[in-house]
């Protein structure tokens, strides 16, 4: 990757795209007094220039975590929705990085084309849910085998390991001043939680962040899906999947953000991809949310029952039978999406 030289430029398009009044952190500074004051911008692109080659990050590294309950049930800790609202000067910093990241990825196709979860530029979700109800389509018409798997990772974004996130910028070539400025401040991520508008922690008692994605800016999805980008490497080069059509390419998975689809011709080749993404995420220490494992197999078209996979670890996966949906991207799925439950539940 290039080396990084901040311009009043650089600063001028961060604050451009920007939201005027998004919640600020501890510096209580909205982005609109910074598209505001234009003269700041010099100011800020040399102190951000300053902070990058001095690795001086100390200024803006703590949030500010609201809790907001999902439901009547207050006294469960699980029951909340942390919500972290970071430094406008630190989100202003890093969408400045986040834009030379993804012009390195970009420029070197280092992102997986299955990966839908921060591409700029794409359709969200529509992208991984039209593909896969082409690939149900075609099973049904052509009365094809296919073995599919639903994967979610437990609290994935809290729990990557900081020594991973620090890899895999060096895998990928990011310029070595970002990285170590990166370091700097993930060595120094904390947060104050507050609690119906009451800050339940004291600024001198701030809670430290040792593991996970410090949330809240939009470095933070690209980081977070780059940590996930050598498992797609993996999947793609094991020769598996499903084939669409004779002489196509094989769809072996689909991602978005932590959401992973598995796709395979035959249950001794779907058996191959789950080891692949078991291994993976032991290597890195991460867990799979087990709670949230479904198969479905498929034979001539129609549903197959069969006993749930054994992994030789201790996670048995549910199999889907019959009329039986797993809830994938917001949609209730079996072979494609279930069109009828999903009108009736709107």
């Not at 994605?213 to 470095?219: N, S």
């Amino acid at each position: 990757m290039d080396p990084v030289i901040i311009t009043p430029d650089d600063v001028v398009e961060a604050v451009r795209r920007a939201p005027n009044w998004k919640s600020p952190g501890l510096d209580g500074l909205h982005h609109y007094w910074l598209k505001v004051f234009v003269v700041c911008h010099a100011v800020l692109a040399r102190q951000f220039q300053e902070a990058l080659d001095q690795k001086s990050p100390s200024l803006f590294t703590t949030g500010i975590t609201h809790l907001v309950p999902k439901d009547q049930d207050t006294t469960d800790p699980s029951k909340y929705r942390p919500i972290t609202c970071l430094p406008t000067i630190y989100k202003t910093l890093t969408s400045i990085l986040s834009a030379r990241i993804s012009r390195h990825l970009n420029s070197n196709q280092v992102m997986s084309r299955a990966q839908n979860g921060c591409r700029g530029g794409g359709r969200g979700t529509k992208e991984p849910l039209l593909i896969d109800a082409v690939i149900g389509k075609v099973v049904k018409r052509n009365r094809r085998n296919l073995s599919a798997a639903w994967i979610d990772y437990k609290k994935a974004f809290d729990s990557v390991p900081h020594a991973w996130l620090k890899r895999v910028l060096e895998l990928y070539k990011i310029d070595c001043t970002v990285r170590d400025f990166l370091g700097q401040c993930m060595g120094q991520w904390s947060t104050i939680l507050c609690h119906l508008g009451e800050r339940m922690t004291a600024a001198e008692n701030h809670i430290k962040i040792r593991r996970g994605i410090f949330q809240g800016d939009c470095l933070s999805p690209i980081w977070f899906c780059l940590s996930l980008n050598p498992l797609s490497t993996l999947l793609e080069d094991s020769g598996r999947g499903f084939q669409l059509r004779r002489g196509g390419t094989k769809v072996t998975h689909l991602f978005y953000m932590d959401d992973l689809k598995l796709f395979a011709s035959s249950r001794s080749h779907l058996m191959e991809l789950l080891n692949i993404t078991c291994d993976f995420s032991n290597s890195i220490r991460m867990e799979l949310g087990t709670d949230k494992y479904a198969v479905l197999h498929v034979e001539r078209g129609r549903v197959a029952n069969s006993e749930g996979i054994d992994l030789s670890m201790p996670i048995n996966i549910r199999t889907l039978f019959g009329a039986e949906t797993y809830r994938y991207l917001g949609m209730s799925q079996n072979i494609g999406v279930d069109e009828a439950g999903m009108k009736q539940s709107v």
